[in-house]
């Protein structure tokens, strides 16, 4: 569907439009959706729903006695998003991709309301995908960090 790029009183946003069904759109704003009514109806539109289906595994060759399996990597994206709990700034980002992390460990620092806030690890896991950089814009609920 569309995408477009906005910016309000120097605040940057990436709008995509999911739906539009008679006056009342489905659209993503900076990662989190919303549900907008508009004054008039625009023409229908929905978005194609993509299937995804993961191959299938393969069976795994013996180990040797010996060999010392390692961890696999969580695949890129894959997990559970961290959100940000209201809207603020990204002030500083404490990890990277590939990271293992420990529920309670500081993610990166939002800044909301001239506060800093420590956005922390809700579950141990890999650090698979980063979806912010220092100084965007975030409202809350948008996706932040994903760990698996």
Do not use: W
């Not at 009342?24 to 008039?40: I, R, S, T």
């Not at 894959?78 to 529920?103: S, W």
């Not at 460990?105 to 979806?131: C, F, P, R, W, Y």
Request: glycine share 6%.
């Amino acid at each position: 569907m569309a995408k477009y790029q906005y910016t309000v009183e120097g605040t940057d946003y990436d709008v995509e439009i999911l739906e539009i069904e008679d006056n009342v759109a489905k659209v993503n704003v900076n990662g989190a959706e919303f549900v907008v009514e508009l004054k008039q109806a625009l023409k229908p539109t929905t978005r194609p729903i993509k299937q995804v289906v993961a191959p299938e595994p393969k069976p795994a060759a013996p180990a040797a006695a010996a060999t010392v399996q390692q961890p696999a990597a969580a695949p890129a994206g894959a997990g559970r998003n961290i959100c940000a709990p209201l809207p603020g700034t990204i002030i500083d980002i404490k990890v990277k991709v590939g990271d293992q992390v420990k529920e309670g460990d500081t993610l990166l620092i939002l800044e909301a309301m001239k506060m800093q806030n420590n956005i922390e690890a809700e579950a141990s896991g890999q650090v698979t995908a980063i979806h912010v950089k220092p100084g965007d814009s975030v409202m809350e609920g948008t996706a932040l960090v994903t760990i698996a």
